[in-house]
């Protein structure tokens, strides 16, 4: 009894242990890289303060409490109980909120506004981890061989192109050594980091947070400087709630306590080791602490750490663009699954592109990883920020929370937020307004798509008829039917698709099994296949079926079509079936609160998103096309 009762709870315990393991590579990457390029940036550059004792600890004691404030009780204690069936991130928050019926239609258009510019930061996320975790990783070279100073930006876009350029293989082959090499990374600024501790342990006082308040106290609105810089040790914060749909809340949390928090205390408290004795090594802390003969070791495991991070950024940046394209705010692009087995992976070559040609003109651009310090806190406290007024409606509008009790959490949040967003703002002309560049642009692009789409579909629909009066009109005046089977696409659950008014106009035939189809995305992660289908025969030989995807699922128009053959006496073969997609001419007119230039963007967005024959997986030897014009 004792044994069967044992093997599940073992079982359980060894896929929670896995679980984390691979949760120390995708999870913690970018936040575990932080050591590289925080510390430095609180007393380099142009918006330091000296690297005095004083100064030094203070540092020190908000950086611990931040980590213990931001990421323990914000996102482990609190946000990331605000799941979607278990899936996180900004785009999930919001398909939460989207259904409960936000008090006001303006509220509401704030709240999904406010999400989907939280979504694009992202991007601009997305863009500059890769070029600051491997320009900050190469630029040990300077420290191990001076000489070599000049190599650091030719080295770094070296190892950027090959990683871009390897996305459309899939990170399957490599994924299963993403945990264990962060896991020895994080071994590894442990043991450096014990080593600084070792020699000055009195540096271990700055975990008391009076050393925070007197730092603040001590310096005044100077300290304001120093908070754009701490902002990055969090870097990589939301990682936390936006993977918790792959890996678990209980894996995650067991990687950041067992693993992640003691190696970076350790490795920031090392360096702040250091800088009490050798103030000096200011230049780069990270690297000073480690032996000389360990330096290019340490060079090249934090290479591969930060490869690791850049990947996770990446393949965010993949999902991310998904779950947009099934909730309706981007046009259809295409996506490439590089594995069988794992749903995840993904690859998209128009994201992967932009974010490729973005790294790399970064560091053309900026050329260290302290000019780009200043760009990354921007983007990082906007999404930590838009996140915290998120989670408040959801408290208070799921959750029933009480004004008073859901406002303090949120005003404690912020607290702590908002004082770093005013840093930023101290750096916005350094570099801060490259994220807000990269949003504002993806904003609006999701929002004129969205937009687009509504009036599109509200214009088809007012063309429309009712079926009951096409039915009956068809039967009446004796059209020719066919042999095989029509399936028209369409967004209109009641009425008859314009497409197949065209067909009809101009073909004069109907098949003899037509199916109208209508492929609809639900705001929850997948939809359970019990709920997937329903089907309606509508009587001589039509037939209406309604298949319904989670935003992280990707549609198969022939197997969702194969999976109802049999049904109401419906006779499906691939072999004889014909689709009927519409292929609308769009002509851009200035409507009311609408500018014309955003017509013509959304206008140029449809003609250049993938065709529906292959975002559906239809077979393009069956399809139909049949174009209109249509007035916006």
Request: glycine share 8%; charged share 15%; proline share 5%.
């Amino acid at each position: 009894m004792s044994k069967n009762n044992h093997n599940p709870s073992h079982d359980d315990r060894k896929q929670v242990y896995a679980l984390a393991l691979g949760a120390l590579g995708v999870v913690f990457g970018d936040i575990g890289t932080s050591p590289l390029y925080a510390m430095k940036e609180a007393f380099t550059g142009p918006h330091s303060i000296v690297a005095s004792p004083a100064n030094v600890l203070g540092v020190l004691s908000i950086i611990f409490w931040v980590l213990i404030f931001v990421v323990v009780i914000k996102y482990l204690t609190f946000i990331m109980r605000a799941d979607n069936r278990g899936e996180g991130g900004i785009l999930a928050l919001l398909a939460i909120l989207t259904p409960l019926g936000v008090p006001t239609l303006r509220r509401r258009s704030m709240l999904i506004g406010l999400g989907l510019f939280g979504s694009a930061l992202l991007y601009g996320d997305g863009v500059i981890t890769p070029a600051i975790s491997v320009l900050s990783a190469v630029e040990g070279l300077e420290v191990a061989t001076p000489a070599l100073s000049h190599f650091v930006v030719p080295i770094t876009i070296a190892i950027l192109i090959p990683l871009f350029l390897f996305q459309n293989r899939g990170t399957g082959r490599v994924g299963a050594i993403f945990g264990p090499i962060t896991l020895i990374w994080f071994i590894t600024i442990a043991a450096t980091g014990l080593r600084g501790i070792i020699k000055h342990p009195q540096v271990i006082a700055a975990i008391n947070p009076f050393y925070a308040v007197g730092f603040f106290v001590e310096n005044g609105i100077v300290s304001l400087r120093v908070l754009g810089s701490v902002v990055l040790v969090v870097t990589g914060a939301e990682a936390l709630y936006a993977d918790m749909g792959h890996f678990g809340v209980k894996p995650i949390r067991l990687g950041w306590y067992a693993v992640v928090l003691p190696a970076l205390t350790l490795n920031y408290f090392g360096q702040g080791a250091l800088l009490l004795s050798h103030p000096e090594a200011i230049q780069n802390p990270f690297y000073e602490l480690v032996p000389s003969w360990g330096l290019y070791p340490m060079i090249f495991i934090a290479s591969l750490a930060t490869v690791v991070a850049s990947q996770a950024l990446i393949s965010g940046s993949f999902s991310l663009t998904r779950q947009a394209v099934q909730l309706g705010y981007l046009p259809r692009v295409t996506i490439g699954h590089t594995s069988e087995v794992t749903a995840g992976q993904i690859y998209i070559p128009e994201v992967n592109a932009f974010l490729m040609v973005a790294c790399i003109a970064l560091v053309l651009f900026f050329q260290k990883s302290s000019n780009l310090a200043a760009a990354y806190g921007m983007a990082v406290v906007g999404t930590m920020i838009i996140t915290t007024i998120l989670f408040y409606y959801v408290a208070r509008e799921k959750w029933k929370w009480s004004s008073p009790l859901a406002a303090s959490l949120m005003a404690l949040f912020l607290l702590i937020e908002i004082p770093f967003f005013l840093a930023n703002l101290i750096k916005f002309i350094h570099g801060g307004w490259f994220p807000v560049v990269v949003a504002a642009v993806i904003y609006t692009l999701m929002s004129t798509w969205k937009r687009g789409r509504r009036l599109l579909s509200e214009s088809l629909s007012s063309r429309s008829m009712p079926m009951d009066l096409f039915l009956r009109d068809t039967s009446i005046s004796g059209i020719e039917r066919v042999p095989g089977t029509a399936v028209f696409m369409t967004g209109n659950l009641e009425g008859v698709p314009i497409v197949l008014l065209h067909h009809l106009k101009h073909n004069k035939v109907l098949h003899k099994q037509v199916i109208l189809l209508s492929v609809l995305t639900e705001e929850i992660p997948k939809v359970d296949a019990r709920e997937r289908l329903q089907f309606k025969a509508l009587g001589t030989g039509f037939f209406r079926i309604t298949a319904r995807y989670g935003f992280m699922e990707t549609p198969n128009i022939p197997e969702l079509l194969e999976s109802c053959k049999g049904q109401e006496g419906l006779d499906f073969r691939l072999a004889v079936t014909t689709f009927y997609l519409g292929r609308e001419t769009l002509i851009a007119r200035v409507k009311k609160g609408i500018p014309r230039w955003r017509m013509k963007l959304f206008a140029f967005m449809s003609r250049n998103a993938l065709d529906a024959t292959a975002f559906f997986g239809i077979p393009p030897g069956r399809v139909v096309e049949l174009g209109m014009q249509v007035e916006l």
